[in-house]
């Protein structure tokens, strides 16, 4: 199944966002109602932020993980073991979570492995408050440290900083995404992994 419809489409929708917001602040701009240069200086840098981070999410990347300096990125590969001899997630299981490269959809299913039998990951197909479809799913520790390294590993990720609905005591962390978003190519992993690389160009 090809993913590339689904990137082209979203990249179309976020071109069209980000024309509305220049034109919007442009506006804002010329009526006086932004402060000052430099204020439009932070709107014109945040949205060229916004355009690289666009790009690198809509390409497709090797993962990678911290090599033991902690500084230069290499190629991270498929766990041998998931789970170590005490039944946690094992260090390489939680690193290629970290730069996990694949789409929404295969992160989900992979954290779906690291959390089979002590906790869930369910999803169900719901309408926004706006009558939009939506993809939910709800990720439940069962009170398992295991399951809580797993999150903890999750939440410091782009996929987590982009679908982030809610959590709750106890240990349920809700996401929610577009249909389309599930198979969207692109660095969802943890921003250490590629922040690298935007600033070196």
């Not at 430099?38 to 945040?46: A, G, Q, V």
């Not at 990951?121 to 295991?146: A, C, F, H, L, N």
Request: glycine share 8%; with cysteine.
């Amino acid at each position: 199944m090809s993913e590339k419809p689904h990137a082209e489409n979203m990249a179309a929708d976020d071109d069209r966002m980000l024309a509305g917001i220049r034109a919007r602040a442009e506006a804002r701009n010329t009526s006086g109602l932004i402060g000052g240069v430099r204020e439009w200086s932070d709107i014109n840098h945040l949205l060229g932020v916004i355009d690289r981070l666009r790009v690198e999410l809509a390409t497709v990347h090797e993962p990678v993980a911290v090599s033991p300096d902690g500084h230069a990125p290499t190629p991270a590969e498929y766990p041998e073991e998931l789970f170590d001899e005490d039944g946690y997630p094992s260090d390489e299981a939680l690193a290629y979570l970290d730069a996990f490269p694949g789409s929404p959809n295969e992160l989900i299913d992979y954290v779906a492995e690291l959390m089979a039998g002590y906790g869930s990951v369910r999803r169900s197909d719901i309408e926004d408050y706006w009558g939009q479809p939506k993809v939910e799913v709800k990720m439940v520790t069962g009170g398992w440290s295991g399951c809580e390294q797993v999150l903890s590993h999750l939440a410091q990720t782009m996929f987590h900083f982009c679908f982030w609905e809610s959590s709750s005591r106890g240990g349920a962390v809700v996401y929610r995404l577009r249909p389309a978003d599930l198979h969207l190519a692109g660095l969802w992993c943890n921003p250490k992994h590629f922040s690298q690389k935007i600033h070196e160009e």
